[in-house]
């Protein structure tokens, strides 16, 4: 990280603890904007990822980044989301903790997009075999999967996940996925029933009508159009979008065979998706109060064709309620308000237990078979804190996980500090934090906490609404510091807050809650003659969803808040017996614009994520940490104790950096194994100075290097020359060698012509002595050199002295050496040269020995 220090002016700093003015959210934000233009979307507060979404696609993603990102120490490059999957997965595989990681934003701000990215660098970087790839493929297709059935469209996000998900992903001791679990919180059943103005229902069900063939959809009794469905054509959003529900509903066929969904789930899967549809079409008239008839008992037949229950039976079901009354039975006909109320409950009812079986579904196909099961890592992609202009039951929900999630945060944050601290033997004054303890007690104490109140209200005989709600409410909670309703507050405020409607001071900021709906939607209510109808459906997947022993069952079923609430505390178990790391999501505009950077949307998020506060406490103690390697590593050529070569320990080494840099006392702590600089400033002085030296240091090098380069040069050009040398004096040898083997050819043949002479002639002439051939050739053998004889090298003034020695010997003055005559003539003179005679050619061709040169 160290690398981009310098840059910071341009490209921001890649660390929120390195702002000098860490408490000011304007630097915050400028920092994020700076980085935002830049691309880089990615920035740290310390271990915690703060994530932009760019809104466009990055080139950052690919192969060459898993691999730059792997086994690297998490501050050596620039932050990245593989960073934080890369230290989770090697601090799961090094220390053996189960890891988690928590991704948190807003709608669209891009948590689900981070958590596929972590998959997929875990799918990537994990080891391979047959098993593993099998559990991979299914950790990665259980996405598509539960994304057609908990994602829609929504005026924020084209793919918002309308649940919250956490993903447990088992490790075996080698590090490999061998298995995965996965709980699903709050789906957003509403949305079935109801969609907003340009949202759209749950993708599977345009996926549905757009994707199957023709064949499926009149099995289905569907028709390819999805105006046509009630629960589809509220949001008039079905032409608006760039959805691709066709090629989307292809990767949901794919996901659902990789997952093991055998062909007959998938039939009942698809009867029920289809059933929800017709479901939304019964309609029914009704007086005033009076009972309500269905009109149009077409999609009734359909749906009791299509799950495989009698029609009667639903069709009483869908007008009638059977009230038990001092152990008496009474079926009592439905308003309108009530029949229309029954059918999307059913509808809601129908869809939201259908989706928890998927969940349930893909759970079993990542069941680990196997028992060697040896660390998790999980990962939470889950809803951010909400606030709209009307806020109800779902943002209230959603809002109290937000402070749960935030409280665990602050506790592990703090936590994981303090133990750094006191691992590193250094004094820390614990931060004053604002714990938001004191709101999650207001929403789930007992007994006079909202879930509680609101439980008491739904449970309670006599006619209780949402108006005595929050009368209940007022009189239990109304002095709560983070309470505020119409009838507790001042004059000025009262202004500002309807009389249906109780606003809570949450960390984030101040929400307000209209209570319509909060009774409904916490009784969750199925009437039983409904459930009765479901649960005794062919279809299976409807008669599991619906089980006969919860008919049974006296005990009422728990309320949705208080089902929330302890699914929540569940959670929580699971979140603190793990490591944690944080990916904070951010969206830069609401129009899902790439390069638009909208301050006031960011400072909200700013906020409400409570990154001031994170940073805060983390700029408690010291603004930079780093192992006594690293920053020796990089600083050492500052001190001239230390460079270029240091004997001693990093530790060591440091000390006389940081001394010879004069580092006062209160800026830094020397922990044991890292050095803690406590202000961005020192730092930076630190790092300029390095840049500086840098250059000092490249000079150097360059000085070195021209001369390394240059000394190379002259070398090599000597080695060359000399190379030539020793070409040329070879090559001389060559010729000489050539030349000198040429004379002994001549020679040879001289003195082979010399053999052949006529004996008596050879005699005659010589005069003196009297050789035959053969004694000749006997002299010769005994007194010329063995090189003459069998061609083998010996030095040309050794040859040709002994050579013409020896012939100096045998001749006499005059002596016409006739029969070389057949030599030609070059020869001829080649072999007087080297014989060092002179001669003059007669006519006869005759070679005239001159003279003879005195033995
Ligand atoms: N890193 C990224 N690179 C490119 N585009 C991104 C990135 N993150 C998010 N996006 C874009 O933003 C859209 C919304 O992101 P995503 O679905 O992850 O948001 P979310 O926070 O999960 O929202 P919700 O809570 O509604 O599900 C994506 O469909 C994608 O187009």
Redesign the pocket.
Known sequence: MEEELHHRDHTGVQDFVLLEDFTNPDAFMENLKKRFHEDL?YTYIGSVLV?V??????DIYNEKFIDSYRNVNFYELPPHVFAIADASYRSMRGENRDQCILIS??????????SK?ILQYIAATSTHSKNVEVIRDRLLQSNPLLEAFG?AK?N??????RFGKYMDIQFDYKGAPIGGHIINYLLEKSRVVHQAEGERNFHIFYQLLEGATPVVLSQLKLENSSEKYYYLNQGHSNSLTSIDDRANWRAVQHALDVCNFSNQEQKDLFAIVAAVLHLGNVTFSGEDGGPATITNVEPVVVISQLLGCEEETLLLALQHRTIEAKGDRVMSPLTLDQALYARDALAKGVYDRLFTWIVTKVNDSLNSRKKQKHSLMGLL?I??FEIFQVNCFEQFSINYCNEKLQQLFIELTLKSEQEEYQREGIEWEPVQYFNNKIICDLIEGKPSGIIAVLDEECLRPGDATDETFLEKLTTTIGKHPHFVSHATTDNTTRKTIGRDEFRMKHYAGDVTYNIKGFLDKNNDLLFRDLKEAMSKTKNIITSQCFPVKELDSKKRPDTAGTQFKASLTRLMEILVSKEPSYVR?IKPNDF?RAGQFDERIVMHQIKYLGLMENLRVRRAGFAYRRPYEVFFKRYKSLCPLTWPCYQGLPKEGVKEIVTHLHYKPEDFKMGKTKLFIRFPRVLFATEDAFQLRKHELAAAIQAKFKCYRQRKIYLKMRGSAIIVQCYWRRYAAIKLRERRKKAVEVIRRFIKGFMHRNEPEFAENRGFIKYTKMNFLMRLCKEAPKSVLDKSWIPAPRLLEETSALLRKLCTRNLVLKYVKNIKPSQKIQVMNILGLNFKENSDNYLIMKEVIPA
């Open positions: 979307i994530s979404n760019p809104y466009h696609e990055l934003g807003e709608s669209g701000a891009g948590k689900t997009e981070a990215k994602n929504t924020r996000n084209d793919n918002s996940s992609d809803y951010g999501c899902k």
